[in-house]
């Protein structure tokens, strides 16, 4: 039988990819800007609502720098973030010389939890430093319990940072998850739903913010014949060629959801008759998740000790990739000394849960071989 790697999340070309790089490449835009930049960022406009400005940018690490930066947030100030996420939604409040607030998960959808949230708040207030941004992410791919967030975001006048890096293609209510932020962050790394090679996007509610999106990205230059500068900028803008990678997948994003939204519910499937096994699913119809990972918890009081840790090393004997979930930030050392808000719920998570293969170009026979090694396990 093929042994082959079996990948987590892998890059899933569509075939016009090449197509637009060519074009790149005979027009001669092999620079920081160009058509494609241009059509790749019209193209996910129209994706996630026309009303919305989009800068596409070098990375989603990037975008979440310069969001904080158009959101006002300065060294000393508090910025709240959830704390179970990748690193990369906390390091650039790191940059701006700001303290993290770490919020914990709740269980419907992993992600911040409100009452947490609104706790950290009214202290950080009452210490007098009220926070100037939240950070919110959409794990996994699942949308966090965006109208519970927002009403406290509205409560205390406090922005949302939307970290949709995990999320293009998800929704809630109808409407697409990154859109409803102040700003919102999408991530085109290679192991994303869609890839640029590496790349990120800064959505904007307002045209002029992403103007000045762009004018940081582009190291800030004044308009004047020679360089001039008045602010500090960043090189932050996309490629062309990377944009002309991005065109391509455009097309092919929606079939992408639709073979990772399979692969859940193939997974859903498999787990329904193993006792002690929660996949990672939609509380309700509101909800809609590309499930860019489909990951489950592993409760070994009904496995007969069978823990999470015992799985992964059986899958990776077998050359499948899985992973334990993102560790949350206040329990990493770089991030432990800042306040957290929460009852371990994160922490639970964490201990128990597996991210399973869940890439767009799994083959059925790589799936067949995923599903016989879990059905052995158990
Ligand atoms: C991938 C990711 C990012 C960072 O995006 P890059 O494009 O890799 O810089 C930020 N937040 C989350 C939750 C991510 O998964």
């Known amino acids: 039988m093929n042994n082959s790697k079996i990948w987590l999340s892998s890059p899933h070309m569509g075939g016009d990819e090449q197509k637009y790089v060519q074009e790149a490449f005979d027009t001669n835009w092999v620079a920081p800007l160009g058509p494609n930049v241009n059509g790749f960022e019209q193209d996910l406009e129209k994706y996630l609502d026309q009303t919305t400005h989009v800068a596409a940018l070098s990375s989603g690490t990037g975008a979440l720098h310069l969001g904080l930066i158009l959101l006002g947030v300065k060294a000393g100030d508090e910025v709240i973030c959830q704390s179970m996420t990748f690193s990369a939604s906390a390091n650039p409040i790191m940059y701006l010389g700001a303290t993290p607030v770490f919020i914990d998960s709740e269980l419907e959808t992993w992600n911040m939890c409100p009452i947490a949230l609104e ?21 996994y791919g699942m949308p966090y319990q965006i109208d519970a967030i927002d009403a406290i975001s509205n409560k205390y006048q406090i922005p949302i940072l939307e970290d949709s890096a995990e999320a293009l293609g998800s929704s809630y209510k109808g409407q697409k998850c990154g859109t409803f932020g102040e700003i919102g962050v999408l991530s085109f ?9 590496g790349g990120g996007a800064l959505v904007a509610k307002d045209e002029k913010i992403k103007e000045r999106a762009v004018f940081l990205a582009t190291q800030a230059r004044d308009n004047a014949p020679h360089y001039q500068h008045s602010e500090v900028g960043y090189n932050y803008r996309m490629s062309n060629i990377c944009a002309g990678i991005g065109r391509g997948q455009m097309q092919v994003l929606d079939k992408h959801v639709g073979l990772r939204r399979e692969m859940h519910q193939l997974y859903v499937d498999t787990f329904a008759s193993i006792e002690g096994v929660t996949v990672l699913t939609e509380p309700n119809p509101d909800y809609f998740s590309n499930h860019w990972l489909s990951a489950i918890i592993i409760n070994p009081e009904k496995t007969n000790g069978k823990t999470r840790e015992d799985l992964r090393l059986v899958l990776e004997k077998a050359n499948i990739e899985s992973r334990p979930l993102w560790k949350p930030m206040h329990l990493q050392p770089v991030f432990e000394s800042y306040p957290y808000y929460g009852t371990q719920v994160s922490e639970q998570l964490f201990e128990n849960g597996l991210c399973l293969p869940s890439g767009s170009n799994l083959t059925e026979e790589e799936k067949k071989r995923i599903i016989a090694e879990i059905q052995l396990f158990f």
């Open 119 to 139: 706790e950290a708040i009214i202290d950080s207030i009452s210490k007098g430093n009220k926070p100037k941004a939240i950070i919110a992410v959409h794990l």
């Open 189 to 197: 790394n290679g192991n994303k739903i869609i890839t640029t090679s």
